[in-house]
């Protein structure tokens, strides 16, 4: 990025902008502004800002885009704003304008998250280099690569997915969403909603030709890469026709709703929703603290569907995380550019967990999941971290 940054008309912006009638509602909803207390790091802040680069009154600075970078978009604002701002697309737009033509490394980066065979092909290269050791040799060479490796669990043997998962006597049929990290890092998710789902009657079927949902190239602030990716997704999932396009990630689940509508929904909100008839999990004893992530909360407003479809275990007892309304500072690519803040928010997951005791933590967003769960390995404490249907698979029968 650099200083020569023009500032740039664009009115659609700075109508959006203009809705803002600055009221300061959503300011104590936002953790960059309850930390730093600066007002250029609150959503009203930005949004001033935004306005006046978008109307070409304010050059579009590094220190404009140190303001944008540090926001994590997690949209507490827009839950907050009485005046329905759109400030995610606002944040969006802005992104967009401050990272200009993007380098071939991102390109490089897009284009291994569209092509679902490639990336199929990178996660068996990093299971193999985090078995043999070559991982700790890499990153011992390329220090840059410390922090996102670190992050990383062991890769799991990749998954080859197939096109139909039937069910018996089925009442029903959906499609899922596979995502660009979950299918690599995180095949339990999916194998465990293939189970719960298929045991409730419903077929799940798996268009092969889908993409990442384009969530890291937009905030990378490359919208065009992001547009092929859900241009992409439409696409295969308009050929299975006219059923509920389900996600395990809501950081998936968020972007792809807010394009596609509502046929988009988080699998928690589906399973909560389903016809039960006759089955009952088994029982589970002890407390399921949930982790409420910020796509999933403010994004895609599905949250209280985890409690309600936890609470379909006999004996869970099933609370809120406390501190659950602040973003845990995983954020998408935030927690590898942003890395001071981040762990700040972290920090204070980390002390809810051991305040509260929490010994299972259930989240529906991979990367909250693997960003919160590294914390805990630092700070050495026990709890396991999964995802609500990871839970509830295992209550019906499912083994990892
Ligand atoms: S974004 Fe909404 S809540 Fe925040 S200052 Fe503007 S109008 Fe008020
Ligand atoms: S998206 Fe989150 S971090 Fe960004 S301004 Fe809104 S509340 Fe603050």
């Known amino acids: 990025m650099t200083a020569e940054l023009i500032a740039q008309s664009n009115p659609t912006l700075a109508a959006e902008a203009d809705r803002c009638v600055a009221c300061g509602l959503c300011l104590p909803y936002c953790p960059t502004y309850r930390k730093t207390q600066s007002e250029a790091d609150s959503p009203r802040g930005r949004i001033q800002l935004i306005k006046a680069v978008s109307e070409g009154k304010l050059l579009a600075s590094p220190r404009f885009a140190q303001h944008i970078d540090l926001c994590l978009s997690c949209r507490a604002c827009e839950s907050a704003c009485p005046n329905g701002v759109r400030y995610g697309a606002l944040a969006d737009s802005a992104r967009a304008m401050i990272a ?6 991102q390109r490089a980066a897009n284009w291994l998250l569209e092509h679902r065979r490639a990336l199929a092909l990178a996660g068996r290269i990093a299971r193999f280099g985090q078995i043999t050791g070559l991982r700790r040799a ?6 840059r690569l410390k922090a996102s490796a670190e992050l990383l669990p062991i890769v799991p043997a990749q998954e ?3 096109t139909c ?11 899922l969403f596979l995502g660009c990290v979950t299918s690599v890092a995180d095949t339990d998710t999916l194998r465990a909603a293939i189970h719960v789902l298929n045991h409730l009657g419903y077929t799940v079927r798996v268009p092969l030709d889908q993409a990442c949902c384009g969530g890291i190239a937009r905030q990378s602030g490359d919208a065009e890469a992001s547009a092929r990716m859900l241009e992409r997704n439409v696409n ?3 050929k299975l026709g006219d059923m509920p396009m389900l996600t395990v990630a809501s950081g998936c689940g968020s972007g792809l709703r807010d394009h596609m509508g509502k046929q988009v929904t988080d699998i928690s909100a589906f399973l909560s929703a389903a016809n039960w008839g006759d089955v009952v999990p088994d029982a589970l004893s002890g407390t399921i603290h949930v982790h409420d992530s910020c796509t999933l909360r403010n994004a895609m407003r599905q949250h209280s569907e ?5 609470k379909r275990i006999p004996q869970a007892d099933v609370c809120a995380l406390p501190g659950n309304g602040q973003c845990c500072g995983g954020a998408g690519t935030y927690m590898l550019t942003q890395p001071e803040m981040a762990q700040r928010l972290r920090d204070d997951k980390i002390s809810a967990c051991a305040e509260s005791g929490a010994r299972l933590l259930a989240t529906s967003n991979i990367g909250c999941a693997l960003y919160i769960a590294a914390g805990l390995r630092e700070n050495g404490m026990n709890v396991e971290i999964a995802h609500p249907v990871v839970i509830l698979a295992k209550q019906l029968g499912w083994k990892p």
């Not at 200009?100 to 490394?105: E, I, S, V």
């Not at 890499?138 to 220090?143: G, V």
């Not at 998962?165 to 499609?175: R, S």
């Not at 985890?306 to 936890?310: G, I, K, M, R």
Request: aromatic share 14%.
């Open 236 to 238: 295969a999932f308009a």
């Open 160 to 162: 080859i997915w197939r």
């Open 165 to 175: 998962y039937p069910a018996h006597n089925a009442k029903g049929e959906v499609a």
């Open 138 to 143: 890499a990153t011992a060479l390329l220090p």
């Open 306 to 310: 985890v409690y309600s479809l936890l």
């Open 100 to 105: 200009g033509k993007p380098g071939w490394k």
